[in-house]
Every structure is written in structure tokens, then in C-alpha cells.
């Protein structure tokens, strides 16, 4: 059972993980604007995980016998000045969704709610995968100055992503 503090905690994650995923999406929609089919699936496969995050977090306060709760999501921006400006939104905006995930943790200890801290201890290990993630793509981009024949190779390189279900996987 979640206490009333845990479960409006996690359904305001259930909120910014589903506008995590609007944003991601937006982001696809710039680079296909922007001839940049590799970069534009990158960021589809990352709208495709923030929506299944959200609905890990659902479907967990849903098992935990609590009332999910769907918010209105906030309007992503649709334009940035290039592609390096992207991925420092996206490093600044996974670190935003880290501190938040952090915070579940602490509310989740401060409840001594021991099922949802070991359910977010996933949430841990995959925001320090996700900002690796954008750090290394955004420090790609800073070397090829966002440009060029290296920044093509870049977009040919992401195209190969390929989406994991997290709802399929034992979490």
C-alpha cells in the first residue's frame, strides 16, 4: 500500500516521464525538419522508453492498490538553434529527471516504503545510463562542431538504435 505522499510523488513522475516523452518526440520532429534521419530515430526510440516509463510508473502505483493520476503535459519546445544545442538540452533535461528520481528515493525512504525504493533502484541504474548517454552523443557533436562529414557519420551511426521494451523485461 502507498502512502498518500509516495503515490502523488510518483504519479508527478508518471507526468514528467510522459512529458519527457513529448519532448523527445518534438526533438524528433526538429531533426527530421533537419534531414537528419539517424538523429530524428535516435530521439523516437528515447520517446518510446519515457512513454514506457511512464507506464512502469502507472502500472506500479496501480499494483500498489493506488488511484494513477493523469496530468495535463506541458508543451515541449519545437525548435533549437543546431544539434548540439539539442543534446545540451537533453544532458540538462536527464539530469533534471535524475534529481527527480532521486527525490522518489529519498521520499521513498523518509515512507519507509522498502517495495518502491527497490522498484526505483531500476530508475537509478538507468538515469546514469541515460545521461552517459546524451554526454557522450553531445561531446561527439562538439568534436565535428555540429557539422559536416562528421556529423553525417553521427546521424548513420545513431539510425541503428533499436528500442528495449522495459514493460517486457523483469524489472
Not at 126 to 136: D, F, L, R, T, W
Request: glycine content about 4%; cysteine-free; hydrophobic content about 45%.
Amino acid at each position: 500500500m502507498l502512502t498518500k505522499k509516495m503515490e502523488k510523488a510518483l504519479n508527478d513522475q508518471i507526468n514528467a516521464e510522459f512529458f519527457s516523452a513529448f519532448l523527445y518526440l518534438s526533438m524528433s520532429a526538429y531533426f527530421t525538419r533537419k534531414n537528419l534521419p539517424g538523429f530524428a530515430h535516435w530521439m523516437n526510440i528515447q520517446y518510446q522508453e519515457e512513454s514506457a516509463h511512464a507506464m512502469l510508473f502507472f502500472n506500479y502505483v496501480n499494483e500498489r492498490g493506488g488511484k494513477a493520476e493523469l496530468k495535463a503535459i506541458e508543451k515541449p519546445d519545437l525548435e533549437w538553434k543546431d544539434s548540439i544545442k539539442v543534446f545540451e538540452a537533453v544532458l540538462k533535461h536527464e539530469q533534471k529527471v535524475t534529481a527527480l528520481i532521486n527525490n522518489l528515493v529519498d521520499i521513498s525512504i523518509l515512507e519507509k516504503d522498502h517495495a518502491t525504493n527497490n522498484k526505483l533502484q531500476w530508475f537509478v541504474a538507468e538515469q546514469v545510463e541515460e545521461e552517459a548517454n546524451a554526454s557522450e552523443i553531445l561531446e561527439q557533436l562538439k568534436i565535428v562542431e555540429g557539422k559536416g562529414q562528421g556529423l553525417l557519420l553521427l546521424d548513420r551511426e545513431l539510425k541503428t538504435r533499436v528500442f528495449v521494451n522495459p514493460l517486457t523485461q523483469a524489472i
